[in-house]
């Protein structure tokens, strides 16, 4: 089973301090996103990366940046968190194809700023 | 703008009904559509991909339906059971020049009910 880990699933930061939220997927896939899904807006996608040392913005890359230095691991960082990135991040990968390619998703993280 | 929306925003019924569950969507030019399960609390699990020349797709007691020419889906879940409580996603996905971007609906809420 393709398998997605979030390595934080709950954490809570101070408002101005640097977050990093990892991504690990095991099955060799090369697209990797990064969504953030609150309520009543549905998942909307901050950064996706294609391959290694790419990365695209998404719909909201505002106040965030990605690292994809390995094929495996995608992180999502928040340079100075704000109360308004308090939110769910949900990891994502799947195979690079056109066609209907399964998306998979990690467990998320939820992060707090207060 | 490409939208997707789902009806009901939430649904209670008893175990062992039947529920649809609805999707119609703007967005264009499709891809295909797929139907996503989140339990609460947990990342989004791929129920179906149905490209626009499939028009069913069954999944267990999941039975997907899609009508590319009116644009709406449908999620049918046969006998309902406590563990289907969870919210139901539809997905669209659309061609870009740089794949396929994703487009994602509210969700609806079911809940199953002894």
């Known amino acids: 089973d393709v398998k997605v880990t979030q390595s934080s699933r709950y954490l809570v930061k101070r408002t101005g301090e640097k977050v990093f939220l990892e991504c690990v997927q095991d099955?060799?896939?090369?697209?990797m996103f990064w969504y953030r899904q609150d309520p009543g807006l549905g998942l909307r996608l901050i950064y996706f990366?294609?391959?290694?040392?790419?990365?695209e913005k998404g719909d909201i890359p505002e106040g965030y940046s990605v690292s994809r230095e390995k094929k495996e691991r995608f992180s999502l960082i928040l340079e100075s968190a704000s109360t308004n990135q308090t939110s769910m991040y949900l990891c994502?990968?799947?195979?690079?194809?056109?066609?209907?390619?399964?998306?998979?998703f990690g467990e998320g993280s939820w992060l707090t700023v207060v | 703008k490409n939208q997707v929306e789902q009806s009901p925003q939430s649904l209670i019924i008893l175990e062992g009904k039947n529920c649809t569950l609805q999707?119609?969507?703007?967005?264009?030019?499709?891809?295909?559509l797929r139907w996503y399960k989140q339990d609460t609390g947990r990342g989004p699990v791929s129920l179906t991909i149905?490209?626009?020349?499939?028009n069913t797709k069954s999944n267990g007691r999941y039975t997907a339906t899609l009508d590319a020419d009116t644009k709406q889906s449908s999620l049918h879940i046969t006998a309902s059971q406590l563990s289907d409580s969870a919210s139901y996603i539809c997905?669209?996905?659309?061609?870009?020049?740089?794949?396929?971007?994703?487009?994602f609906g509210t969700g609806t809420q079911l809940k199953v009910e002894l």
């Open positions: 994502a990968s799947s195979l690079w194809t056109n066609s209907g390619n399964t998306i998979y």
């Open positions: 997905v669209v996905s659309v061609f870009t020049g740089g794949g396929n971007k994703l487009t």
């Open positions: 099955m060799d896939h090369e697209n």
């Open positions: 149905m490209t626009f020349s499939e």
């Open positions: 999707c119609n969507y703007t967005v264009s030019p499709f891809s295909n």
């Open positions: 990366s294609y391959d290694v040392k790419m990365k």
